[in-house]
């Protein structure tokens, strides 16, 4: 990966180390992803509509 495409700016060194997920602000909740893309290994196709999610 060549750029972040995550604004990591202002949020608190290791925060997750110390931070409950449920108490996570939405920044700080999708800072968390360091774009590694296993996600999108998991995807689920409508065998009728060809709709992927
Ligand atoms: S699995 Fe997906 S959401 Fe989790 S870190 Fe990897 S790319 Fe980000």
Known sequence: MTSDPIDRSGLRPR???TTPLERMT??????????CGKCCLNKLEDEETGEVV
């Open 15 to 17: 925060y997750w180390e």
């Open 26 to 35: 939405r920044r700080e909740w999708e800072a968390l992803c360091d774009g």
